[in-house]
């Protein structure tokens, strides 16, 4: 079954809303947890770095006003899209970091959240 | 610069034949992990591969098998006696083993279409 868990997996929001999207680990704890975007029939960009208890590392060109990172616990970290657009409209998708592969590179990936904004 | 190229977008065959999937791969890194998933219709990323860079056996899963070549920087996965069911967008990644985020770079890609 699924060790890394994203909610909900389909959202329609209206153009300048909210949006908060929820990525937990099942059966450990992360301490990392990275969120991609992936553009219809595109490949996965890394958008940034969550770090339990830190600020989110982001990547040169995502803006962090725009995409609110916080991972407030070793089990649960969120994307929220602020005041989102047409162009916001796509897959996310969390991955996290295992207990002890740190260095391993051992990545549980979410189910992924596809977002339209009309 | 890590960098994952897989040069094919798309790749359509009959259903059991043998199909290959390209992955070359650049990273100044002399340790490092290369990834292989798939990604079927529904969106989710499964999981098929991890290699270690110091670990160049090949590797036979059933009818999956993987290639890689540290010398041309590849990491060739075959398909053999392809089914439907593997109709999916196969990503190869890399990351490196030491950095402090093992964050995964994914190349762009090849959409797999098994026709019947």
């Known amino acids: 079954g699924a060790v890394v868990s994203q909610h909900p997996s389909r959202v329609i929001c209206k153009s300048g809303t909210s949006v908060k999207i929820e990525c937990r680990s099942l059966?450990?704890?992360?301490?990392?947890m990275f969120w991609y975007r992936q553009f219809p029939k595109q490949s996965l960009m890394l958008m940034a770095t969550s770090n339990e208890g830190s600020k989110a590392t982001y990547e040169q060109g995502v803006e962090k006003d725009k995409f609110l990172i916080n991972h407030a616990s070793l089990t649960l970290s969120t994307l929220t899209v602020t005041s989102a657009h047409p162009e916001d409209s796509s897959f996310y998708i969390c991955s996290a970091l295992s207990p002890g592969g740190r260095n391993t590179g051992e990545l549980f990936f979410g189910e992924g959240s596809r977002l339209t904004v009309l | 610069a890590q960098k994952v190229t897989q040069a094919q977008t798309e790749i359509s065959v009959v259903e059991k034949e043998d199909v290959t999937l390209d992955c070359v791969y650049e990273t100044r890194d002399t340790t490092y992990y290369l990834f292989w998933y798939k990604q079927p219709p529904s969106g989710e990323l499964v999981f098929l591969i991890r290699r270690n860079s110091f670990d160049e056996q090949n590797e036979i899963s059933g009818r999956y098998s993987w290639n890689f070549q540290k010398s041309t920087s590849s990491f060739n996965f075959t398909i053999t006696a392809s089914q439907v069911v593997d109709s999916a967008v196969y990503f190869c990644?890399?990351?490196?083993?030491?950095?402090?985020?093992?964050?995964?770079?994914f190349g762009s890609g090849t959409r797999l279409s098994i026709r019947p």
């Open positions: 990644a890399l990351s490196e083993a030491y950095s402090s985020a093992s964050k995964i770079i």
């Open positions: 059966d450990f704890q992360a301490t990392t």
